[in-house]
């Protein structure tokens, strides 16, 4: 009876664990992986193996489809970052982190490499500097759609469509019209290995512990979901809304810097026209993926960068069982509308029906 | 069933988690009757209503209406329309950027042979339907030029156009001034004699006495019964509610006091914003409890937001204890020690989807800044301390606000303001939507500060309330301070005031 009771307990915590749909979708993939390689005669848990491998490039590292998407998914991660939290505080997206991306690494290259060069080995100025002004350019960029939001009051979609369609092209103009190669070890360092790990997932996992303490350590968690909630009332409580809806783009920017930086480090180049295209998408979707409502408010960290990652789980899945890469976002188009739709309220009230028919039967 | 019956709902049962909100709840409504729902917050007169009109889902119990066969259960408010039950909340809920007519009509366009909505014939029909009620508006305005009291007329013209049997008025007046509300009781007057049944949510007594015929009286989710207006006086109606003998409401004034030798808190000049609230001067002395009367939209909360810095201030200065301040918005204030409560709970008050806790430590956390979080426990200790201050019904500090019945939010917002200690507390309309108990309790607390030291203004629709705590009272009329009245308050005297008649 009371072991019973014990159970029935834990069920309902498990049932109203907030990451309980986006840890499920992202063990949903993983099972596709598991079955696919059990049903072509590979070893069924190849999916989870990580291994040592040589390389000649690189030395020794890290090697295996786990690493592959934690390394993959960095971008994404970085971004959905900053995304939760500007859909928290504003009930809006920002649009423009793609393009801001494009423009930071840009920006960066540009410095490096120095203006109208398109091809360099030596570094015009010290990497720092470059480093620095990526995530400068990505920081103003956010500075300028939070003012548009917070102080002017534009709608957050239409107020970062602006940087979305002019970032990249303000980017082309910084390098003349040319893709610039920093062909240097040291810039490439970013998207390559830091010893046997993969640098991006060390990035990515110091952005994320700088979050996760920030919210910890601080009011700012709730201060940004008493705005997002409603903002007249936590003004009238003392708190300046518009300043932290700033506050949430700007660092909003300032991560699309850090994910153009480690994008760009990939192939040691800035390609404007490439870098980040699209990842917008992804980091919105990510903070759907994670069980944030995009009308504000409530925000769930973990979730959203969980979501960052099933994304690339899924892509590497796909990958895996062979789908061509032009055909791919269809399938992934069919996983999300899977996974999105079991988070819908209607579904999930239809489901809590069930449970409670369930309950009255057996009562 | 009985001939007259238009609604019964029997054994009525529903839970939320941790709380047993409704058990074994009897109604029955007449035809043309009005019959008033009554308990104190927390006393399940809400959740009734929602459980009538589909938006609760009740576990037991079952529910007839007069024309259909058989338990009706309503799943939607859609359901309960059609089966002739409508409701008017608290609060409007319309679109107050779409026009009167819009408003009436959103949902059940009337539409022309073509498919498309008939504009001209819907705004005729709403301009008559409007005029039949006595309600000058030019429909074809949006619904937000008009006043709150506008907005709840188009709101009861709306359910009433759908053809209900049963109408329900949930605390329908709590917004409205004492004008508005004559209009409100006509208008319900007129229905009745249409045989509309007609369940009134109310926290004040007098109108009950005014309007209702019956009276079914609430208490902790329990019935206790259902009276005639005659067999159950004020006093009677009270003591069913509480559940207990009240203690005498009237007397909870101490002597009078001169503040006038004492400190002064707050001295404006010229203070004014735009639109609102013409130039005022005005000195508030330490330890006083300062009433602002008016009637609604006089500008009397529009005063207070200005002191505040809720509505920036355009001209004039503000001294707060002799100094000069600036006040941009209302961290500023909260800064030099001042609180405000506002009086919209809904827009300006509770932070729906934060726990009691967060919602309770908001503001002192807010003084403190972002950086110097307060420690969980003393999160804790605050919220578990103010919770049992004033008593609010929660099933636990973790619990989200916007589970809580109306009144107990409005103590979660005074204790958000409490536990920062202010110098000078705004309190706008505090005891709107509260229980009778809970308003002496309020009133005595607006009286303990001051008798710390605090200052207090306090605004309030109910005059009686104000005549009794406060020891000074300014009045406002079309955003202009008319008068100030000392000494002896009585209502008369306030009244008069108000009205504008010389003194």
């Known amino acids: 009876m009371n072991t019973d009771r014990k159970k029935a307990h834990f069920l309902t915590k498990v049932k109203n664990w907030p990451l309980l749909l986006p840890v499920v979708s992202l063990i949903l993939v993983m099972a596709v992986n598991i079955v696919h390689d059990a049903a072509t005669g590979v070893n069924p848990l190849s999916f989870f193996i990580i291994s040592l491998n040589e390389t000649t490039s690189n030395g020794t590292i890290l090697y295996g489809r786990i690493i592959d998407i934690l390394n993959r998914g960095s971008e994404v991660a970085i971004l959905a970052l900053g995304m939760t939290l500007v859909v928290s505080s504003s009930a809006g997206t920002d649009i423009s982190v793609g393009s801001v991306m494009s423009l930071s690494a840009s920006f960066c290259c540009m410095l490096l490499a120095g203006y109208g060069v398109s091809s360099t080995n030596e570094l015009a100025v010290p990497l720092v500097v470059g480093v620095l002004a990526a995530l400068f350019m990505g920081a103003l960029c956010g500075a300028f759609n939070g003012t548009l939001v917070a102080y002017l009051g534009i709608q957050p979609m239409v107020a970062t469509l602006i940087l979305f369609s002019a970032a990249r092209a303000i980017g082309l103009l910084l390098c003349n019209d040319l893709i610039v190669y920093v062909r240097n070890d040291s810039y490439g360092y970013f998207g390559g290995f830091t010893g046997p790990i993969p640098t991006p997932i060390i990035i990515a996992a110091i952005c994320i512990a700088i979050v996760a303490i920030t919210l910890n350590k601080t009011s700012m968690g709730m201060y940004i979901q008493s705005v997002g909630i409603n903002s007249k009332a936590s003004r009238i409580a003392g708190l300046n809304s518009k300043r932290i809806i700033f506050l949430t783009y700007l660092i909003c920017g300032l991560f699309a810097g850090v994910a153009g930086l480690v994008n760009s480090s990939r192939i040691t180049s800035a390609d404007s026209n490439n870098i980040g295209l699209y990842y917008e998408m992804d980091a919105i979707l990510a903070v759907a993926l994670g069980g944030n409502s995009l009308g504000g408010g409530k925000f769930n960290l973990a979730g959203s960068i969980i979501g960052a990652y099933t994304i690339q789980a899924i892509t590497t899945t796909l990958y895996a069982l062979g789908v061509s890469t032009d055909q791919a976002p269809v399938f992934k188009a069919i996983i999300v509308i899977i996974i999105v739709a079991i988070q819908a309220p209607p579904i999930k009230a239809y489901f809590r029906k069930k449970s409670l028919e369930k309950g009255v039967a057996k009562a | ?503």
């Open chain 2, 1 to 503: 069933m009985d001939q007259d019956v238009v609604l019964t709902a029997r054994g009525i049962t529903m839970t939320f988690p941790g709380v047993k909100a409704l058990s074994n709840v009897d109604f029955t409504l007449r035809k043309g009757e009005i019959h008033a729902l009554m308990g104190e917050n927390g006393a399940g007169k809400s959740t009734l209503i929602k459980c009538l009109t589909g938006i609760n889902d009740y576990e037991a119990g079952e529910m007839h209406i007069a024309g259909i066969e058989g338990p009706v259960k309503n799943h939607s408010t859609r359901d309960a329309q059609n089966v002739g039950i409508s409701t008017v909340y608290q609060e409007v809920n319309l679109c107050p950027n779409l026009s009167v007519a819009e408003n009436l009509f959103i949902g059940r366009e009337p539409m022309t042979k073509f498919g498309t909505i008939d504009r001209k014939s819907y705004n005729k029909r709403s301009q008559k339907i409007m005029d039949d009620l006595g309600i000058s508006v030019d429909v074809t305005q949006n619904l937000e030029n008009y006043s709150l009291a506008i907005q709840q007329m188009v709101a009861i013209a709306r359910a009433v156009d759908m053809d209900c049997k049963v109408l329900i008025l949930d605390e329908p007046t709590s917004s409205l001034d004492e004008e508005e509300v004559e209009k409100l009781f006509k208008v319900m007057r007129m229905l009745k004699e249409k045989g509309v049944g007609i369940i009134f949510v109310t926290h004040f007594l007098e109108q009950v006495y005014a309007v209702c015929d019956k009276i079914t009286v609430l208490r902790n989710g329990n019935f206790v019964g259902e009276f005639t207006v005659e067999e159950l006086p004020r006093v009677k109606l009270v003591a069913a509610m509480m559940g207990k003998d009240l203690d005498d409401l009237a007397e909870i004034k101490g002597e009078s006091v001169d503040y006038s030798k004492s400190e002064m808190e707050i001295s404006a000049k010229g203070l004014a914003h735009v639109g609102t609230v013409k130039p005022f001067d005005l000195d508030i002395h330490k330890g006083e409890v300062i009433g602002v009367g008016g009637l609604l939209g006089s500008g009397r909360s529009e005063l207070a937001r200005s002191i505040y810095g809720a509505d920036r201030a355009n001209t004039g200065t503000l001294k707060v204890k002799d100094k000069e301040v600036k006040i941009s918005q209302p961290i500023d204030a909260m800064n030099l020690g001042m609180g405000m409560l506002p009086d919209d709970r809904k827009a300006e008050g509770i932070i729906g989807d934060l726990t009691v806790r967060e919602n309770i430590i908001l503001a002192l956390q807010a003084k403190n800044g972002m950086f110097k979080r307060l420690p969980k426990a003393k999160q804790d200790e605050i919220a578990d301390r103010y919770i049992d201050l004033l008593s609010i019904k929660t099933a636990s500090k973790e619990t989200l606000i916007k589970q809580l019945s109306g009144g107990n939010q409005q103590k979660c917002i005074l204790a958000r303001w409490l536990a920062t200690n202010p110098d000078f507390l705004i309190l706008d309309e505090p005891t709107r939507g509260i229980d009778v108990g809970t308003k002496t309790e309020i009133q005595k607390l607006i009286l303990k500060l001051a008798g710390e030291g605090k200052t207090v203004m306090f605004i309030s629709s109910e005059i009686a309330e104000m005549v009794r705590t406060c020891n000074r009272m300014v009045i406002m009329r079309d955003g202009e301070k008319v008068n100030e009245l000392d000494g002896d308050l009585t209502e008369e005297r306030v009244m008069k005031a108000i009205a504008g008649g010389e003194e």
